[in-house]
C-alpha cells in the first residue's frame, strides 16, 4: 500500500520549513549590544566617527534615510565588519 500526502499536506509541510528556517537565520544574527559593529547610522557624525573608529576608511556616504561609514560604498577594510 503506498501513502500519497495530499497536496495540502506538501505545502504545509513546506511553509513549516520555510518558517523554521527563517527563525534559525534570525537566531545566528547578532543581537544589539552583542558587540557588533552597525553600518547604518542616523546621522552623517555617527558614520563619520564609525569610519574612522571601525572601518579603516574616512567621510560617509547616504544610503536611504540612513548614513553608512566610507565615502564610497565598499571603502571598508579595517577591522569592523565590511558592509
Given at each position: ?11 504545509t ?17 547578532p ?21 574612522k ?12 534615510d ?5 565615502a ?6 579595517g577591522?569592523?565588519?565590511?558592509h
Open positions: 500500500m503506498s501513502i500519497v500526502p495530499s497536496p495540502w499536506a506538501v505545502r509541510a513546506a511553509a513549516i520549513g520555510a518558517n523554521l528556517l527563517l527563525s534559525a537565520a534570525g537566531l545566528a544574527a543581537a544589539a549590544g552583542s558587540g557588533g559593529v552597525p553600518a547604518h547610522y542616523r546621522t552623517q557624525a555617527e558614520a563619520e566617527k564609525a569610519a573608529l571601525h572601518f579603516n576608511c574616512t567621510g560617509a556616504h547616504k544610503m536611504g540612513q548614513w553608512m561609514p566610507c564610497k560604498h565598499g571603502d571598508a577594510h577591522s569592523g565588519t565590511s
